[in-house]
């Protein structure tokens, strides 16, 4: 990838053929690189992550004991673990079946914030020499007691360990406050619809009233949400809905209403909380979509 600007994406696809007869688990090591630079540059402002999991088939992360990434293809289709095929048919050995095929779909982002004027001209290389490509039997349970991470990595709602750099890749996507998360290849190489996501609003004259009585305590909190669009920069017009929270002395408390926005704003009004009391507008958070706000910023 050359000529790239901060905060351009791209979506990258490997295929992967199992030729064996043995039906077999894949993992792989990209690495990356820059070049055609007259300084040495980092690729630690370049992040990459796998799509979403498709119909239990899909592609996760784990750094190995060297705090290299590794990717493993998981299949969970059947309900059970599964694997890649191999050509030997069970029903007809003198027919053998065809190849199966895995593709490993990567989108990958140059953060927008990071990438200096050192970067320009130079190119990016990801899955070059010294990338790896490992497979091993799926039989006997061999990777179990071959693959480090192979148990971890197929438990059920795996996400990378925290410190990891895997974590920081996988953060970058799937946490709404980061760039990744809105990027337009993220959007699409996950099939989701722009003119559909919540990408950001914003909380005004937010005012809280509380009132504490025999033992039962509420909060009623009005204002106005502006600002509110989708990621392709639409300004939302239509009803959504928002979650008000209240924390307070560790108790939390929410509840959640549909709000009906024209031009991406709305005025809510007493908007009741049950169970604990606000002292000021620090202790709300709205929440819509994947968006979180305090109304106290």
Not at 169 to 183: A, L, T, V
Not at 287 to 297: C, L, S
Request: charged share 25%.
């Amino acid at each position: 990838m050359d000529n790239v600007s901060p905060g351009d994406c791209f979506t990258v696809i490997w295929e992967f053929v199992n030729e064996g007869t043995s039906d077999a688990q894949i993992k792989v090591n990209l690495t990356e690189m820059w070049s055609n630079s007259k300084t040495k540059l980092s690729v630690d402002n370049v992040y990459y992550c796998p799509v979403e999991p498709e119909d239990g088939k899909g592609w996760v992360m784990a750094d190995d004991e060297e705090g290299n990434i590794w990717l493993y293809y998981v299949d969970k289709s059947s309900g059970t673990l599964g694997s890649v095929r191999g050509t030997y048919n069970p029903d007809d050995p003198e027919k053998p079946l065809e190849p199966e095929k895995v593709k490993l779909k990567l989108v990958v982002v140059f953060d927008k914030e990071s990438i200096d004027n050192d970067y320009q001209s130079a190119t990016y290389t990801i899955g070059g020499n010294g990338s790896k490509v490992i497979a091993i039997q799926a039989a006997n349970n061999a990777p179990d007691t071959q693959w480090d991470q192979w148990l971890e990595v197929t438990k059920d709602g795996y996400i990378p360990k925290e410190g990891t750099k895997s974590r920081e890749n996988y953060d970058y996507f799937h946490n709404p406050e980061k760039p990744g998360y809105f990027s337009e290849c993220w959007i699409h190489a996950n099939d989701r619809d722009p003119g559909k996501i919540i990408a950001d609003f914003y909380l005004d004259q937010v005012k809280v009233s509380k009132n504490k009585w025999k033992g039962k305590a509420w909060t009623k909190i009005s204002g106005w949400i502006k600002g509110c669009r989708y990621s392709n920069g639409k300004l939302v017009s239509g009803t959504v809905k928002a979650t008000f929270r209240v924390s307070k002395d560790g108790v939390t408390k929410e509840t959640t209403v549909p709000l009906t926005l024209k031009n991406g704003k709305v005025n809510f009004n007493n908007i009741t909380i049950h169970g604990v009391a606000a002292d000021n507008n620090r202790d709300v958070t709205v929440i819509i979509g994947d968006i979180k706000k305090n109304a106290g910023d």
